[in-house]
Structure formats: structure tokens, C-alpha cells
């Protein structure tokens, strides 16, 4: 079985990135993101009531009403969006708030840990203005060769 991340954790990052890509303070319906980012409109606006809740993601109620970003965009990292909708991230289940009694003999415990740091550290490492600044390198054109 391959460890993945749920549809939540997914949709949420999805949501916070379109989210973050549009300018200014502009507020943005929840079934807008879902058109765009196809992902029902539903499971769109739960995710982002719950991420409301965390303050990565503020709702504005009634007319002009949406969500935009909590916060700056280079202030939100991809674990913090994960952990807001899944939890703590234990890459194995020695590794959650209640550790295991059997750590100190477990001769996996150190390779879990290490394992935990370093997905940690790549999920902290990226904000939502990271991989979108990334994203858009990588879909920028081509630059026209040069003519002699």
C-alpha cells in the first residue's frame, strides 16, 4: 500500500494555491476555486471553513463575501496546510503524539525519526509563494533564441 496523501490534504493545498494566485485581497467564492480547480464544491467549501478555523484562510459572509489567504502567501508553508486538515504528520505510527512504549528497543525507531525529519523539513521548506513562483517558472515560455 502506498502512503499518500488523503483527498483533503490534497484539496486543500489546491485551494490554498488558487487562492493565492489571485491578486491583491481579491475574495473568491468557494465555487469558483472548485470550477478552477476541479474539485467538488462541496468538499471545497468544508476545507476551507475548517482552514477559516486555523486562520490560513479567511471567510467574509454576505455580499462581496469569499475566502482569500489567512495570511501572505510566503507565510504558509505546504505542512502547515497539511497538518491544518490531516493532523500531525507521523510518517509511522511509532511517531505520533503518543509515542510508542517500545521506542528505546525498536531498532526502527531512529530510521522512523529520520524519515519524519526529513518530510518534515521538505513541507516546511515550501510556502504556497514558493511553488507558485516555481510553477510559473516552469510554465514560462520559452525565451526566443537569438538572431544573428
Known amino acids: 500500500m502506498a502512503m499518500q496523501l488523503t483527498r483533503a490534504g490534497e484539496y486543500a493545498i489546491k485551494s ?23 474539485i467538488p ?13 486555523t486562520g490560513l484562510v479567511k471567510s467574509y459572509r454576505g455580499a462581496g463575501g469569499g475566502f482569500t489567504l489567512g495570511r501572505d502567501a510566503s507565510a504558509i508553508t505546504i505542512c502547515q496546510v497539511i497538518e491544518a486538515v490531516e493532523g500531525p504528520l507521523a ?5 505520533l503524539p503518543s509515542p510508542c512504549d517500545h521506542k528505546l528497543e525498536c531498532p526502527m525507531s531512529k530510521v522512523w525519526q529520520e524519515v519524519q525529519s526529513a518530510v518534515e523539513d521538505v513541507l516546511m521548506r515550501y510556502s504556497l509563494a514558493d511553488v507558485i513562483s516555481t510553477n510559473l517558472l516552469h510554465c514560462a515560455p520559452a525565451s526566443e533564441p537569438a538572431v544573428d
Do not use: D
Open 41 to 53: 464544491v462541496n468538499f471545497v467549501r468544508k476545507i476551507l471553513e475548517s482552514l477559516a478555523k
Open 91 to 95: 510518517f509511522n505510527q511509532c511517531l
Open 16 to 38: 490554498l494555491l488558487y487562492l493565492a494566485m489571485q491578486p491583491g485581497e481579491s475574495r473568491v467564492m468557494a465555487s469558483e476555486v472548485a470550477t478552477e480547480q476541479q
